[in-house]
């Protein structure tokens, strides 16, 4: 336990910005210990696109019917012009509509 | 994979990130704001909850650790509640060290302080296509950042606004975002197996290891196909 009295606080605040940056700057960092022969290089190339999709996976199983529609919405859009903005804001739109018609 | 040249960042190049990023910004806007009007609500000071919004600049992690400010505050528990939301962040700035790493140091780490999802997923999406240039990074970090302050103030100071982020859908802003990520890019049969790899650990975590694990298992399954699969570079 730490206390937030008095300059305790900042304390606090100054660690977990400390914390972020490590996160912000770790990845790069560590990488950078690495040799760079092609297996690691092909790792990342596997892993980056793969964060994204892991990600994703926890919003879809959590969402609503409302918030599953949005997405099969986003993946509308982006099939047929892929423009993430306009698929973000259709699904936000369809989720939006489908909660306020109550229908989920 | 196309040949990794040295990324372009000029003044210009960040002003156009910035512009880019400002639509998905404004939703950033919203969160920032669902946060302060939160943030009345626990036992933080005003200025001590835009410190933490400028400082800090994490979504998740700063609503989590609301719930956690008291007169005590549980540190060890706090700062590995934020390591392990934002552990995401360390394999995000890994994806970009190919690029990164032809940059001089300074640079290198300066255009990671504003690290952040939206700017990552365009910035990688623009890097793998052969957009060589680092203006979406450091210049929709900047719009993301701003939003998030302005959102965070506005909360603060109006003490209401949208009482239910909810009703109006933004609880998917983030999940159709990293959808729209996903569908942009180019894909082929090693990274759809990647991708399917990822999905299943990143499941499988979410439902049997200890919470904020997912991204982390997820990404390095993906990962081990790029191991096994090596990718050859274009002629």
């Not at chain 1, 490590?22 to 960092?29: A, P």
């Not at chain 1, 919405?73 to 099939?79: I, P, Q, R, S």
């Not at chain 1, 423009?83 to 989920?104: N, Q």
């Not at chain 2, 298992?217 to 990718?231: D, K, M, N, R």
């Given at each position: 336990?730490?206390?937030?009295?008095?300059?305790?606080?900042?304390?606090?605040?100054?660690?977990?910005a400390l914390?972020?940056?490590?996160?912000?700057?770790?990845?790069?960092?560590?990488?950078?210990?690495?040799?760079?022969?092609?297996?690691?290089?092909?790792?990342?190339d596997?892993?980056?696109?793969?964060?994204?999709?892991?990600?994703l996976?926890?919003?879809?199983?959590?969402?609503?019917m409302?918030?599953?529609?949005?997405?099969?919405?986003?993946?509308?859009?982006?099939?047929?012009?892929?423009r993430?903005?306009?698929?973000?804001?259709?699904?936000?739109?369809?989720?939006?509509?489908?909660?306020?018609?109550?229908?989920? | 994979?196309?040949?990794?040249?040295a990324?372009?960042?000029?003044?210009?190049?960040?002003?156009?990130?910035?512009?880019?990023?400002?639509?998905?910004?404004?939703?950033?806007f919203?969160?920032?704001?669902?946060?302060g009007v939160?943030?009345?609500?626990?036992?933080?000071?005003?200025?001590?909850v835009?410190?933490?919004?400028?400082?800090?600049?994490?979504?998740?992690?700063?609503?989590?650790?609301?719930d956690?400010?008291g007169?005590?505050?549980?540190?060890?528990?706090?700062?590995?509640t934020?390591?392990?939301?934002?552990?995401?962040?360390?394999?995000?700035?890994?994806?970009l060290?190919?690029?990164l790493?032809?940059?001089?140091?300074r640079?290198?780490?300066?255009?990671l302080?504003?690290?952040?999802?939206?700017?990552?997923?365009?910035?990688?999406?623009?890097?793998?296509?052969g957009?060589n240039?680092l203006?979406?990074?450091?210049?929709?970090?900047?719009?993301?950042?701003?939003?998030?302050?302005?959102?965070?103030?506005?909360?603060?100071?109006?003490?209401?606004?949208?009482?239910?982020?909810?009703?109006?859908?933004?609880d998917?802003?983030?999940g159709?975002?990293m959808?729209?990520?996903?569908m942009v890019?180019?894909?082929?049969l090693?990274?759809?197996?990647?991708?399917?790899?990822?999905?299943?650990?990143?499941?499988a975590?979410?439902?049997?290891l200890?919470?904020?694990?997912?991204?982390?298992?997820?990404a390095?399954?993906?990962?081990?196909v790029?191991?096994f699969?090596?990718?050859?570079?274009?002629q």
């Amino acid at each position: 336990m730490m206390s937030t009295e008095g300059y305790g606080v900042y304390l606090v605040i100054a660690l977990m910005a400390l914390v972020m940056l490590f996160t912000r700057f770790g990845g790069v960092f560590i990488t950078g210990l690495l040799p760079l022969r092609p297996r690691v290089m092909s790792f990342i190339d596997a892993m980056s696109g793969s964060v994204l999709v892991a990600v994703l996976v926890p919003i879809a199983v959590e969402a609503d019917m409302a918030g599953r529609l949005g997405m099969l919405a986003t993946a509308g859009v982006m099939l047929l012009t892929a423009r993430p903005m306009a698929g973000v804001s259709l699904g936000i739109l369809v989720t939006a509509l489908i909660r306020f018609g109550g229908m989920s | 994979m196309p040949d990794i040249v040295a990324p372009q960042l000029t003044g210009a190049d960040i002003r156009r990130g910035f512009w880019r990023i400002l639509p998905i910004s404004l939703f950033v806007f919203v969160f920032g704001l669902a946060f302060g009007v939160a943030a009345l609500q626990s036992n933080m000071a005003n200025v001590e909850v835009m410190l933490m919004s400028i400082t800090v600049f994490a979504g998740t992690v700063q609503f989590a650790v609301l719930d956690m400010w008291g007169a005590q505050v549980p540190i060890l528990p706090l700062l590995l509640t934020t390591l392990a939301i934002n552990s995401r962040m360390l394999l995000m700035g890994a994806s970009l060290y190919p690029w990164l790493r032809l940059l001089p140091v300074r640079r290198r780490y300066a255009s990671l302080i504003t690290l952040s999802d939206a700017n990552w997923a365009m910035t990688l999406n623009d890097l793998q296509q052969g957009r060589n240039n680092l203006g979406t990074l450091v210049g929709g970090g900047i719009a993301l950042w701003t939003c998030w302050q302005a959102g965070t103030l506005t909360g603060l100071l109006l003490g209401s606004g949208i009482k239910d982020p909810k009703s109006i859908g933004l609880d998917m802003v983030m999940g159709c975002f990293m959808l729209s990520m996903v569908m942009v890019g180019k894909r082929n049969l090693r990274k759809s197996l990647a991708w399917g790899l990822s999905a299943i650990a990143a499941y499988a975590a979410y439902r049997w290891l200890p919470p904020n694990t997912h991204v982390i298992v997820g990404a390095l399954a993906g990962g081990t196909v790029g191991i096994f699969w090596l990718e050859t570079p274009k002629q």
